[in-house]
T-cell receptor, first 109, second 116 residues
Framework: QKEVEQDPGPLSVPEGAIVSLNCTYS??????FMWYRQYSRKGPELLMY????GNKEDGRFTAQVDKSSKYISLFIRDSQPSDSATYLC?????????FGTGTRLKVLA | EAGVAQSPRYKIIEKRQSVAFWCNPI?????LYWYQQILGQGPKLLIQ????????DSQLPKDRFSAERLKGVDSTLKIQPAKLEDSAVYLC??????????????FGPGTRLTVT
C-alpha cells in the first residue's frame, strides 16, 4: 500500500463547477497536509497548508482534513479555466514530505 | 523575494553520458531538497541537505547520482552515466528551517531531462 494515494484523473469539469480533489494516506502519524498546484512544465506551487484536522479556506479554495478516516480534500469553488493544472497532495509527519501522484484537472470554458 | 532558481531548464543527452543540474535556493533557507518527478507521478525525494550536510539520501542511486552543497547555499546534482530511465523532471526545493516537521517547501521550475 502506498503511503499516499491519489486518483490521477484526468478530471474534466465545466467552468463554474465545484471541484473536489481527494487523497488518502496510511500513516496516522502524519500531521501536516499540503496541496500543491503544478502547471504544465512548471514546478509545484504551494496552494494550501493545514495542520492536523479541520478546514482551511483561502478565497475559492478550501482544504479539509479528516484524520479519523485518513482522508484529505481540496475543494475549488467557481472553477476557472486557469485552474487547469495537476494538483498534488503531500503529507508529513516529520521533516520529510510524501507526495501523491497528482490529479490532472481540466476546467472547460 | 526571489524564488528557487534552477538551470538548465531542459537537457537532452544520450545514455551513458553525464549531466549536471544547478540549484540556488531562496535566500536564507537552510534546507535544500532534490526530487525526481517521472511523468505522471509525484515528486520522489532523492536527497535532502541541511546547510551543507546530508540529512537523507536513502533514495539516491549512489552508483550513478551524486549531489553536493558545498557552501550551504547552492547545490549541484550530477548523473554519471545516465540511463534511459533517468528521463524525468528534476526539481529543487528549499525550506527555511532545519529538520522541522511541516516546514513549507518551495519549488523551483525544474530541469526536464531526456535521455535518448
Amino acid at each position: 500500500q502506498k503511503e499516499v494515494e491519489q486518483d490521477p484523473g484526468p478530471l474534466s469539469v465545466p467552468e463554474g463547477a465545484i471541484v473536489s480533489l481527494n487523497c488518502t494516506y496510511s500513516n496516522s502519524a502524519f500531521q501536516y497536509f499540503m496541496w500543491y498546484r503544478q502547471y504544465s512544465r512548471k514546478g509545484p506551487e504551494l496552494l494550501m497548508y493545514t495542520y492536523s484536522s479541520g478546514n482551511k479556506e483561502d478565497g475559492r479554495f478550501t482544504a479539509q482534513v479528516d484524520k479519523s478516516s485518513k482522508y484529505i480534500s481540496l475543494f475549488i469553488r467557481d472553477s476557472q479555466p486557469s485552474d487547469s493544472a495537476t494538483y498534488l497532495c503531500a503529507t508529513s509527519g516529520t521533516y520529510k514530505y510524501i507526495f501523491g501522484t497528482g490529479t490532472r484537472l481540466k476546467v472547460l470554458a | 523575494e526571489a524564488g528557487v532558481a534552477q538551470s538548465p531548464r531542459y537537457k537532452i543527452i544520450e545514455k551513458r553520458q553525464s549531466v549536471a543540474f544547478w540549484c540556488n535556493p531562496i535566500s536564507g533557507h537552510a534546507t535544500l531538497y532534490w526530487y525526481q518527478q517521472i511523468l505522471g507521478q509525484g515528486p520522489k525525494l532523492l536527497i535532502q541537505f541541511q546547510n551543507n550536510g546530508v540529512v537523507d539520501d536513502s533514495q539516491l542511486p549512489k552508483d550513478r547520482f551524486s549531489a553536493e552543497r558545498l557552501k550551504g547555499v547552492d547545490s549541484t546534482l550530477k548523473i554519471q552515466p545516465a540511463k534511459l530511465e533517468d528521463s524525468a523532471v528534476y526539481l529543487c526545493a528549499s525550506s527555511l528551517l532545519i529538520l522541522t516537521a511541516g516546514d513549507e517547501q518551495y519549488f523551483g521550475p525544474g530541469t526536464r531531462l531526456t535521455v535518448t
